[in-house]
């Protein structure tokens, strides 16, 4: 266990194989062989582990859940929930096991019709459980699943999120308040960012500008990590520009403690939603204002978050019924991007074997946000853009990527026959990739966010639905705040694929608008020091109206 937990994978897989050899049916071995293998990404390997362990120990509970958590993270959701089922069996009444019963949603969908069952599975499973959850006890087993994968089906789902966040808070542990006043707003306010993903992540680079640049003359920043951040270069970047800086631990409750301990005076959860551990530190009151944003496009549903972050050019003017938060909109987007994060498109079409002559379309988008609803409209456009070919990147989880092919040369037969699937590649290769393509298709339902600020410098023209939530918004906003008067901003499905046709056909307005594109998207987009000072200005008067001064 210690060589695992220090990341000799090797050492600690000899040390385990050596105990099986001496009693092949030790379940627990079985489980850390599974867990080595599930780390080393061999999910095969460890399917069968799991699966040993389940034989040997037909009451084991945690190689069960780690069984469902495996198939689901696969988009097997079938197989995920006959695992789950089985753990649940054995403690009925854990709402944690619960939970992951239901919240088994297909990451990469095969179909529209596999969403819509999955999604009826566990919203009635979740007002069921509601209903008993005075007999149900949180359990010992970590969270492992969120109902985060439902905001890649176009729903507002602010009920069944508030639901869920009511289930959680009755029954997580009551840890000890610790007794103290809110410190008053004299001299500088105390503002916490809380995240597991301040590394080489998006989410640093939606924040760095933010947490960079408050003016300290007003503001102290705590940057802190959950305990499973990894160490590396952005990190000790973003570290170094925080004036604290605090890891939590692995513990819950000993977490709880130490963001007690900072006295501040607000804390900002980048990411509710994106790992278990933030959404249940955001269940306790930990500051007096407590805040997340657009970095989750969708609310927390909790209580205990007083505001949500967003921008006035990417939030309906109805937008505030979908906030269990106050809404805060923001000038213009709720990001200051730093330029200086740009990477050059350096490489041309030959660097990725594509080829010269021909219109080139991509998505370069991560398969789970490809709604079944997108297979219709690349099938037209594939079908009036004969001559064009269409560019996706694989998966990290070669499964995804099956599914998707799967699903396409089902569902957009002509598409099919015209698909370039390229490997993974770094950053600075996908942004040059964005560059020599003709036009970029924004996904429906769930659109760009960081991947805009990284892509649209290049110039490549963004064929965008603006729809009725921020997550299919932004970058008709981004356009709205370049001045764009003919971006290319859909309102239907329909002229989503008129906009993609009209501009692969005529070369001359395409050439146009990419050069306005790169010139204007350079010149407003980057380095909003604007954004940062409207987030000051807010967290000073949201501090002061919690921390009220005495008479």
């Known amino acids: 266990m210690a060589r695992l937990k220090i990341g000799d994978l090797g050492a600690a897989q000899g040390l385990v194989e050596r105990a099986l050899a001496l009693d092949p049916e030790h379940s627990e071995c079985w489980c850390l062989l599974g867990k080595i293998a599930r780390y080393s990404g061999r999910f095969g390997d460890a399917v069968a582990a799991y699966e040993q362990a389940a034989v040997f120990d037909p009451s084991h509970v945690g190689c069960r859940t780690a069984l469902g958590n495996i198939y689901r993270n696969l988009s097997m959701p079938e197989a995920a929930i006959h695992w789950h089922g ?9 709402l944690i096991l619960n939970l992951n019963h239901l919240f088994v949603l297909p990451i990469v969908a095969r179909s529209t019709q596999q969403i819509e069952q999955l999604r009826q599975r566990c919203l009635e499973g979740l007002w069921q459980l509601e209903r008993r959850q005075q007999s149900l006890d949180f359990g010992d087993y970590p969270m492992s699943h969120h109902p985060y994968y439902l905001i890649y089906h176009n729903r507002d789902d602010r009920a069944v999120l508030e639901t869920y966040a009511r289930l959680i808070r009755a029954q997580l542990p009551q840890l000890e308040a610790r007794p103290q006043a809110p410190r008053l707003p004299t001299g500088r306010r105390r503002i916490g960012f809380l995240s597991g993903f301040f590394f080489a992540h998006s989410n640093s680079r939606a924040f760095e500008g933010l947490i960079r640049d408050l003016d300290r003359r007003h503001f102290e920043v705590v940057l802190i990590h959950l305990s499973s951040s990894h160490p590396d270069q952005v990190r000790d970047r973003l570290d170094a520009s925080a004036d604290q800086v605090l890891l939590l631990a692995g513990s819950l409750a000993e977490a709880v403690r130490q963001l007690q301990q900072l006295d501040l005076q607000l804390l900002f959860f980048t990411d509710i939603g994106m790992h278990p551990t933030a959404m249940l530190l955001a269940c306790y009151r930990l500051a ?5 944003g657009w970095g989750v496009p969708q609310t927390s549903g909790l209580t205990t978050v007083d505001y949500y972050i967003s921008g006035e050019l990417v939030e309906s003017a109805e937008a505030d019924c979908q906030y269990s938060e106050h809404l805060v909109r923001l000038p213009g987007l709720p990001c200051c991007y730093l330029a200086e994060n740009l990477e050059p498109a350096i490489h041309g079409r030959d660097y990725f074997f594509l080829p010269e002559d021909v219109p080139l379309f991509g998505c370069l988008q991560s398969f789970w946000k490809l709604h079944p609803d997108f297979d219709g409209v ?5 079908q009036r853009v004969p001559q064009a070919w269409f560019v996706f990147v694989e998966a990290e989880v070669t499964s995804y990527t099956q599914i998707f092919v799967e699903r396409i040369a089902s569902s957009a037969p002509t598409l099919s026959q015209r698909l370039i699937l390229l490997s993974r590649m770094n950053r600075q290769e996908f942004i040059s990739l964005a560059g020599c ?3 970029l298709l924004d996904p429906p339902y769930f659109g760009s966010g960081i991947t805009l600020y990284e892509t649209i410098h290049t110039g490549t023209p963004i064929v965008t639905l603006q729809g009725d939530f921020l997550r299919s918004r932004y970058v008709a906003g981004a356009y709205r705040l370049m001045g764009l008067e003919q971006a290319p901003v859909a ?7 008129d906009w993609a046709v009209t501009l692969a056909l005529d070369p001359e307005r395409l050439a146009s608008l990419r050069l306005e594109i790169a010139d204007r998207s350079r010149q407003t987009l980057y380095d909003r020091s604007d954004v940062v000072e409207a987030f000051a200005d807010f967290a000073i008067k949201a501090i ?3 921390c009220p001064a005495p008479d």
């Open 86 to 94: 089985e753990a649940l069996a054995l403690r009925p009444n854990e």
């Open 544 to 546: 002061d109206q919690a």
């Open 378 to 382: 690349l099938e037209q456009i594939a």
């Open 491 to 497: 309102h239907s499905l329909e002229g989503y694929i």
């Open 437 to 439: 393509l003709d036009l």
């Open 288 to 292: 007096p204002v407590q805040v997340t």
